[in-house]
DNA sequence: CACCAGGCAAGTA
DNA sequence: TACTTGCATGGT
């Protein structure tokens, strides 16, 4: 009879299980913890490869500074991150956090990474545009802070796998899962991008590509 | 052609 | 509270 793994178990064997099977993911990618923080905003429900777009254009410009944001009006922000969608509410987002960022710390990111994880957290999560994937990306990769980043596949991972129910929220599934790990910066970091490069290779369709998944097996 | 992508806010009932 | 809708480009 096996005895049933604990839920510390589960969650440590997953992580070996995608490891072994993809390797280093090299999160978050990024230059410095601003373009990391442009980054969570722009990546928001949209492909990567388009964030690249919008953030190499900026970078050719010379703009991946706060302040020489700051300084652009909107429509000229939204035009430069045109090909990463949304990019009138984006312009307006990132416009909204930088407000944030000179009104908190001057402009000053490691300043504002002074602030305790849960202080910083509940700071961030009053801008608007910054919901609490965005600001756990930012705590996480920007800010070196242990906040476990969950999204749309690490909920749907773990419900296929019987661990949380289908119609958990995003503060239960992240306190799901800092509750059992320990709290770990390059663990959470690399566990949120293992579960991603899981999720995108495999779980989208339970009918997909499953037979050679990392996880298996899927219940 | 349809569907998806490393979400969030605002509106409705 | 629980659901719906708008936002928008680019890849498959």
Same mark, same amino acid.
């Given at each position: 009879?096996?005895? *049933?793994?604990?839920?510390?178990? !589960?969650?440590?064997?997953?992580?070996?299980?995608?490891?072994?099977? /993809?390797? *280093?993911?090299?999160?978050?990618?990024?230059?410095?913890?601003?373009?990391? @923080?442009?980054?969570?905003?722009?990546?928001?429900? $949209?492909?990567?490869?388009?964030?690249?777009? #919008?953030?190499?254009? /900026?970078?050719?410009?010379? %703009?991946?500074?706060?302040?020489?944001?700051?300084?652009?009006?909107? *429509? !000229?922000?939204?035009?430069?991150?045109?090909?990463?969608?949304?990019?009138?509410?984006?312009?307006?987002?990132?416009?909204?956090?930088? =407000?944030? %960022?000179?009104?908190? #710390?001057?402009?000053?990111?490691?300043? /504002?990474?002074?602030?305790?994880?849960?202080?910083?957290?509940?700071?961030?999560?009053? &801008?608007?545009?910054?919901?609490?994937? $965005?600001?756990?990306?930012?705590? +996480?990769?920007?800010?070196?802070?242990?906040?476990?980043? &969950?999204?749309?596949? $690490?909920?749907?991972?773990?419900?296929?796998?019987?661990? !949380?129910?289908?119609?958990?929220?995003?503060?239960? +599934?992240?306190?799901?899962?800092?509750?059992?790990?320990?709290?770990?910066?390059?663990?959470?970091?690399?566990?949120?991008?293992?579960? &991603?490069?899981?999720?995108?290779?495999? @779980?989208?369709?339970?009918?997909?590509? @499953?037979?050679? @998944?990392? +996880?298996?097996?899927? =219940?």
């Amino acid at each position: 009879m096996n005895k *049933p793994m604990s839920r510390q178990a !589960t969650l440590l064997n997953f992580y070996k299980a995608m490891q072994d099977a /993809l390797g *280093p993911s090299s999160w978050w990618p990024g230059d410095t913890p601003f373009e990391v @923080c442009l980054g969570a905003i722009l990546t928001q429900n $949209t492909n990567w490869s388009n964030v690249e777009k #919008a953030l190499t254009r /900026l970078k050719d410009e010379n %703009l991946l500074d706060p302040e020489k944001i700051f300084c652009l009006d909107l *429509p !000229t922000l939204s035009e430069l991150i045109k090909p990463a969608g949304y990019f009138r509410v984006k312009g307006q987002r990132i416009l909204n956090f930088l =407000s944030f %960022l000179k009104d908190s #710390a001057d402009f000053r990111l490691e300043l /504002l990474a002074k602030q305790p994880l849960d202080e910083l957290r509940t700071n961030l999560l009053t &801008v608007k545009g910054i919901g609490p994937e $965005t600001a756990d990306s930012m705590l +996480l990769y920007a800010f070196s802070k242990p906040s476990f980043v &969950v999204d749309s596949y $690490t909920a749907r991972i773990c419900n296929r796998h019987s661990l !949380t129910p289908e119609d958990i929220d995003y503060e239960e +599934l992240r306190g799901f899962f800092m509750d059992v790990l320990p709290r770990d910066v390059e663990l959470y970091n690399e566990y949120h991008a293992l579960l &991603v490069r899981t999720g995108k290779n495999w @779980c989208l369709k339970r009918e997909g590509k @499953c037979r050679t @998944c990392p +996880l298996q097996p899927f =219940s």
